[in-house]
């Protein structure tokens, strides 16, 4: 019995340690790295403030490692493939797939279960294979932005609502001004202005890329509608010149600095946006709808993520910390702070204080219903670029046809999906 009962001692703390569980480090000789594209986003020193508030509560020290979004993307895909990533990362949800497969990420269904979280409290768990990787600390709605200084350039009188009522305002932009109407960042480096300034669009007016958790491009009528409404903002000369190269920042320094009258963008730049550009009058509206449509509007949702590195050696440790930032008093203040809504059910942020564009996009968001089809799906970057470089073969000229870009698109497609 003894010699079983040792036997069995082993072979719990191997299975610990392999989970990261077990750790013989004092908390406070444990440094977690902590690589996001959020202390870039937030006030200057917030989320210094936030770690520091787990450090004195803890001891674990947090060392941020904070980048614009584009390169903390690279960052950790490089990470990823060489087993060097940091032990804590902001993930974006079209990471999630790729990042799961890969087993770079760690398993925090396992993590959560063996520290008693109760996960009721979360607005959503991000999944592969019926487990949890990345759990959503903020969400963020993606309205449309709108330069009132522009639009009053360009003799527009009044935000559009319909898509018609939209093109005539790119029109009037075109011919009165020397702004651009709209832009799409179709840079296949980073393909996600397919799921922000694209599909918005689409779930906008009802529509969907899927169906029964597949893809479903072909023989889509509102999908046809809108990539041949964007054909003809292309056409007319009405998006920013370029946008194949652009990426999202690039779209946003446009905006700041007064040479684009409409994007859709994330919630989050608004304090950057005031910030650098104080002088610059905009507002949020709603996206316009197509002509016919009158049912409820979708809106396109991104959220700060996070997940623990698979190679974290203190994974006991790093949950600790994503259970304080999900905790209702920290993630209140972390959502007031990044202008977003939490990501703990129970938490209950006080908007008062914020900028009152934030009240407008929270209004905008209630009025209809959460939705990104790219989050959690198969390859998901993937997907974007592949519709991406189908979009600028259309754009130029080189594909015939709606239907033919868009069954290039399927097929595509349908191969994550085996």
């Known amino acids: 019995m003894k010699a079983f009962a040792k036997k069995a001692l082993v072979c719990a703390a191997a299975i610990a340690m392999t989970m990261g569980m077990a750790t013989s480090a004092k908390a406070e000789d444990v440094t977690l790295e902590f690589q996001q ?14 770690c520091d508030g ?40 079209s990471w999630v797939y790729d990042f799961a497969k890969q087993e770079a ?36 709605a993606y309205p449309l932005y709108v330069n009132m200084d522009i639009l009053e350039e360009a003799g527009v009188e ?6 018609t009522e939209f093109l005539d305002a790119c029109a009037k ?94 919630i989050s730049h608004l304090t950057t946006i005031k910030t650098e550009s104080p002088d610059l009058h905009f507002t949020y509206a709603p996206m316009p709808k197509e002509d016919s449509y009158e049912g409820q ?32 008093e920290v993630n209140a203040k972390l959502s007031q702070l ?3 809504f939490p990501g703990n059910n129970t938490a209950a942020p006080d908007y008062s204080a914020n900028d009152e564009l934030f009240l407008t996009a929270f209004e905008i968001f209630q009025n209809g219903y959460a939705i990104n089809e790219f989050t959690g799906a198969p390859t998901a970057e ?19 046809s709606v239907a033919d870009m868009l069954t290039a698109t399927q097929t595509a497609w349908e191969a994550a999906y085996e």
């Open 173 to 266: 932009i075109k011919e009165n001004t020397d702004k651009a109407a709209y832009c799409i960042p179709l840079s296949t480096e980073a393909p996600n202005g397919i799921q922000n300034q694209f599909s918005t669009w689409l779930w906008a007016s009802g529509g969907t890329l899927m169906k029964d958790g597949k893809p479903a491009l072909t023989d889509n009528e509102m999908l046809t509608k809108v990539v041949d409404f964007f054909k003809t903002m292309k056409d007319n000369g009405y998006l920013t010149d370029g946008v194949e190269a652009m990426k999202e920042q690039d779209m946003v320094n446009e905006f700041e600095n007064g040479r684009l009258a409409f994007m859709v963008d994330g």
């Open 382 to 400: 993937d997907l974007m670029r592949s519709m991406n470089e189908q979009l600028i073969l259309y754009f130029d000229g080189d594909t015939a």
């Open 37 to 50: 594209w959020w202390g870039v986003e937030l006030p200057d020193g917030a989320l210094q403030e936030i």
């Open 54 to 93: 787990f450090t004195a509560e803890s001891g674990v020290k947090i060392e941020l490692l904070s980048n614009p979004y584009a390169d903390t993307k690279t960052q950790v895909a490089a990470g990823a493939a060489t087993g060097t990533m940091a032990d804590v990362v902001g993930l974006d949800g």
């Open 297 to 328: 509007s979708g809106m396109d949702v991104a959220n700060w993520g996070i997940g623990i590195a698979e190679n974290c050696e203190h994974k006991a440790e790093a949950m600790k910390f994503i259970e304080y930032l999900m905790s209702p």
């Open 158 to 163: 009044a935000i559009p609502t319909t898509w």
């Open 105 to 140: 990420i760690a398993n925090l269904s396992e993590l959560m279960t063996a520290d008693g979280y109760d996960t009721a409290q979360l607005s959503d768990q991000i999944q592969y294979q019926g487990n949890t990787y990345m759990i959503p600390v903020v969400n963020f």
């Open 338 to 340: 990044a202008n977003a």
